[in-house]
């Protein structure tokens, strides 16, 4: 993101036509001609005293807009953490995995304290850290991930899930898990690509389910 010589008019403008209100703004993909990164701080610094800016975690802010039922502006989490880990525009880097991941499949009720998230930002086998009071797990994955295999990298995490979250019986979560392989119409081509990535237990559910079936 470039743009050329500004003043802290000029820098509000940019920041609004580019990331608009209540969307999170990281200080570090900001790259201004003619402004270091030490004045850009500083105009940031600015802008919060001013309350044209709202810092949410460090190096992390956005533009207020209040709205009529919340007085105060607020920047949900799960998009800090989204644009952060999992994509940023065109660029897909990461998915949701765990007992969040079966929470949004509605295959279990729980709610994790940590999400967990498998990330090319990673490069641990597990760490957690905090962004907006928001507990997260991340990993780093077993392959690269790219937007042409996130789904089945993460549907393959789904399996893994499902065994340890799942609250329904085996056929509700095979059932679930059937319908998610047809929605995103995977292909057996697409599933050669990610198999050796898989472990074994992953791999003989994918038979014992009859889930390898639904591929087209």
Known sequence: MEVKGVDADMLKEYLEETYGCNEP????EIKLDNLNDNALRQYFKRMVKSGDLIRFDTGIYYLPKQSRLLKKSYLDPLKVVSRKYIQNGSETFGYFSGAYLANQLRLTTQMPAAIEIVTNKESTKGRTVTIGGQNLRLKRPSTMITEKNVLLL???DAISASEK???LPVSETTAILKQYIRQNSFTRKQLSDVLPYMTAQTAKKLI??????EFI
């Open 165 to 167: 979250y799942a609250e």
């Open 208 to 213: 014992e389910w009859g889930l390898i079936y």
């Open 25 to 28: 703004i990281f200080i570090s």
């Open 154 to 156: 993460q549907f393959s």
